[in-house]
């Protein structure tokens, strides 16, 4: 049976690649797009400078765009095949009345009126709330980002009122998500209260069974339980 801090494997190959492309692109996105929402701030200017100007760092922020919406169409892709083909189908980033409870015995315990946390599964409910905002936020960015880049072919099926409004909601939400991470990811993934520490599971795939087990108890009592199903069946056929 594994130790306590023996490596398990938590993300594969693909998915810590999937990551990797994530960050990069929205980061380049918010270094070229927000300087273009503050152009009259000093400090845009200067970022603005260390991509050449606003032209330049308006096609860095069209081609990190467009690697964006790879991404993400390559993730709908792999979603949509394991719900096809895997069986069991993978449920465990689906929301559901489980994690309204978990919420609300998480704010229960946070103001003491709970003596235990509550115990989370593979994914608890802040990342599914994370992971659901982000797929929202790509969706908005993708739609209104394409009807500015295409003002000319938009206005031949829709109004025109659609590019001041598209500006707008592509500025605020693009405000909104560079917040939510500074302010929401880096916190909860990396720095929160019993992380132990720094969290790199993502861009090393691994984790220990210590972590699991703080973390994520159900998932562990699971991989524990399958471990010892699989150690038994092992025994029987000897």
């Known amino acids: 049976m594994s130790k306590q801090g023996d490596p398990v494997v938590r993300f594969a190959a693909s998915q810590r690649i999937e990551h990797i492309l994530l960050m990069v692109s929205v980061s380049m996105l918010c270094l070229t797009g927000l300087p273009q929402r503050y152009s009259n701030a000093g400090w845009a200017h200067a970022v603005l400078g260390v991509f050449g100007g606003l032209q330049q760092a308006r096609a860095v922020h069209h081609f990190f765009a467009v690697v964006l919406l790879a991404e993400a169409l390559y993730h709908a892709v792999v979603v949509v095949c394991e719900l096809i083909l895997v069986r069991p189908r993978p449920t465990a980033m689906l929301p559901g009345v489980r994690d309204v409870r978990d919420g609300l015995a998480s704010v229960a315990f946070l103001l003491g009126l709970r003596k235990e946390k509550p115990r989370y599964g593979r994914y608890d409910f802040r990342q599914k709330v994370e992971y659901w905002s982000l797929i929202w936020g790509i969706v908005v960015m993708s739609i209104t980002g394409s009807i500015l880049l295409f003002p000319f072919y938009a206005t031949r099926f829709l109004p025109g009122v659609v590019l001041p ?6 500025s605020y939400e693009a405000v909104l998500a560079f917040l939510a991470i500074v302010t929401w990811h880096f916190y909860t993934a990396h720095f929160a209260e019993g992380i132990l520490s720094f969290d790199s599971s993502i861009f090393t795939g691994k984790t220990t069974l ?5 973390q994520h108890p159900l998932e562990y009592e699971q991989l524990m339980g399958e471990s010892t199903a699989t ?6 056929r000897s």
């Open 210 to 214: 210590e972590r699991m087990k703080e």
């Open 231 to 236: 150690e038994a069946g092992g025994a029987d």
């Open 165 to 170: 409004a598209s500006q707008i909601v592509h």
